[in-house]
């Protein structure tokens, strides 16, 4: 018997890391409810991809805590909470139907229309789906002339085929997408019908919006739809997205993703030597980027970059006729995520080049250079008057908040220096992008309350 050898046994974990950052959501809060070994192993791989570095507390000055305070003592908004409450079930129920309708990316249909109607029967001035398909309900406001979205996206990261059953393990809800962003979705059904069933009216108009493509490769395409040139005028945002209750996104973390593929003919390795070889390109391209790339990275703003997968060829005697790799950059800055860019493009064409130059005979390769992520970087001032009302909802509850920086649909606006923020959606939960993921309903109704209060607040709660 031939000895074992289990020489991808790293490389499972590189893969199961890659599926984590390849997403677009960012790792969740971690939990204290304890999984199985599986659950676990996924929580700290989300972890690993977390930056504590990042992650400020802050100041929240007098005045808005004034604010969220008056606004929270309002008759209307102390009944609003008191719906909140009694409306668990429902919510549970909402929470339970919306992940049993899968919502792979780009096939967000299906959910979407469920999630529109239930808008609509809910009772709101106009609903319907933009050309992106993103569901938008207009709850208009006494003043207008300002519109406050609240979010959640549609979208989750599993394919076609997956099994979305919700099953219990005691009070525990497990099912792929149950919190990311199944949660989201369910928080904003219950704000909605809690703000009009206590009356809670509003000066702005409020938005709300289920969005699609958040997740990897959709690439936020629903929020960048929103946020368009020519597009509706929004004057704030929030995406409920995220776990945990004391997190408030502020920064957007940006990224540049590619997929590279060289190509040539291909041939025999030894009959059609000398052909211009594009695993041999495709070597020289990471080479010279990571040569250059990590001394691009070793100061200034922080700058990550990866090449995560590598593929191509046909067997080993034959020079394969495509050689290729996905590339994924990040930064904190806007004009270091474009450096690197740069950089990373100088070098593939660099490598080709080479290439070519060394099979002078042969008929060139070529190289196809696809982007296919592109997620903007920026931040919102922590003393802006919105970011300042989001900390004191959060502390208004009895938490301590702290400020971070993710990848969410909040990237848009903040890169465009819209007020934006990414909030909790409560509860506790775990394994987010793994079919191991959970949720529990622990005190999950401070979160609804918290995004209610935040609305009407940013929105300007009509007294009376
Ligand atoms: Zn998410």
């Given at each position: 018997m031939a000895s074992h050898r289990f020489p991808n046994l790293p490389g499972l974990v590189a893969l199961a890391l890659a599926g984590v950052l390849l997403?677009?959501?960012?790792?969740p809060e971690e939990s204290d409810v304890p999984g199985s070994e599986a659950e676990e192993a996924t929580v700290q791989v989300e972890e690993a991809a977390?930056?504590?570095?990042q992650e400020d507390t802050v100041a929240i000055q007098d005045e808005y805590v004034d604010e969220v305070s008056s606004v929270a003592d309002n008759p209307r908004v102390q009944e609003a909470f008191q719906r909140i409450e009694e409306l668990e079930p429902w919510t549970m129920d909402n929470l339970i139907t919306i992940t049993e309708i899968p919502a792979p990316p780009f096939m967000e249909d299906e959910r979407a229309e469920w999630y529109l109607e239930a808008l609509r029967e809910l009772g709101v001035d106009e609903a319907y789906r933009d050309e992106e398909g993103n569901v938008i309900a207009v709850r208009e406001g006494t003043v207008g002339g300002r519109t406050l979205v609240v979010s959640a996206h549609l979208d989750t990261v599993f394919p076609e085929g997956t099994d979305v059953t919700v099953q219990f393990r005691g009070d525990t809800l497990y099912a792929p997408g149950v919190g990311d962003d199944s949660r989201g979705l369910a928080v904003l059904l219950t704000v909605l019908r809690a703000m009009n069933e206590a009356e809670v009216h509003t000066e702005d108009d409020v938005w709300f919006v289920g969005t699609v493509g958040e997740e990897g490769l959709g690439d936020l395409r629903g929020v960048k739809h929103l946020f368009r040139e020519g597009g509706p005028q929004i004057d704030a945002f929030i995406s409920v997205d995220g776990g945990g209750d004391t997190r408030v996104l502020n920064q957007a973390l940006g990224s540049r993703r590619y997929r590279i593929t060289f190509e040539g003919p291909g041939g025999h390795s030894w009959g059609d030597f000398g052909m211009g070889n594009p695993a041999h390109a495709l070597g020289r391209a990471i080479e010279l980027f990571d040569e250059r790339a990590s001394e691009f990275v070793a100061d200034g703003p922080r700058t990550s970059y990866n090449v995560g997968r590598i593929g191509g060829g046909t067997s080993i005697n034959s020079i394969p006729y495509e050689a290729w790799m996905e590339v994924d950059m990040r930064s904190i800055d806007q004009d270091r995520l474009a450096a690197i860019d740069a950089l990373f493009v100088e070098t593939v064409t660099e490598a080709l080049e080479e290439q070519n130059r060394r099979t002078p005979d042969g008929p060139s390769l070529e190289v196809d250079v696809d982007l296919v992520g592109d997620r903007p970087s920026g931040e919102i001032d922590p003393d802006t008057p919105f970011v300042q009302r989001t900390l004191a909802a959060v502390a208004h509850f009895g938490f301590e908040p702290y400020l971070a920086r993710a990848s969410t649909d909040s990237n848009v606006p903040i890169s465009m220096g819209i007020p934006a923020v990414t909030i909790g959606r409560g509860g506790a939960g775990g394994g987010?992008?793994?079919?191991d993921e959970w949720w529990l309903n622990e005190d999950g109704h401070l979160a609804i309350q918290r995004t209610l209060l935040l609305v009407v607040t940013e929105a300007g709660l009509v007294e009376g």
């Open positions: 997403a677009g959501c960012e790792p977390d930056d504590p570095a987010a992008h793994s079919l």
